[in-house]
């Protein structure tokens, strides 16, 4: 199994934007889904965001039409662009694969995402 690695996290302000990005080198090629969840203090884990080899989306209720996710054309890199940010995004957020041929089916390290005026 191949770790991917979260970056991109940060202090913002309530209405403010991050993209975080997920390197994971060679996922398009093992056809891996690769998707985002998150993880707030004292809470369970949350998938919010998923993007498939053939770049099908899916979004939780509670990020779609603030969030998007995306890939490089190279696929090595999965973004989650985050806009119109609230409070209650703080959290961790992580990043993994799935899929039969997928390597990256194991957690990173994630990148923290706060939220405050």
């Known amino acids: 199994l191949i770790q991917p690695v979260e970056s991109g996290g940060g202090l913002v302000q309530p209405g403010g934007s991050l993209r975080l990005s997920c390197s994971a080198p060679?996922?398009?090629?093992?056809?891996?889904?690769i998707s985002w969840y998150r993880q707030a203090a004292g809470k369970q884990r949350e998938g919010i965001s998923s993007i498939d080899p053939e770049g099908g989306t899916t979004y939780s209720r509670s990020v779609k039409g603030r969030f998007t996710i995306s890939k490089d054309t190279a696929g090595d890199t999965v973004y989650l662009q985050m806009n119109s940010l609230k409070a209650e995004d703080t959290a961790m957020y992580y990043c993994?694969?799935?899929?039969?041929?997928?390597?990256?089916?194991?957690w990173g390290q994630g990148t923290q995402v706060t939220v405050s005026s």
């Open positions: 993994v694969g799935s899929g039969r041929d997928c390597e990256y089916n194991t």
């Open positions: 060679g996922f398009a090629s093992m056809y891996c889904d």
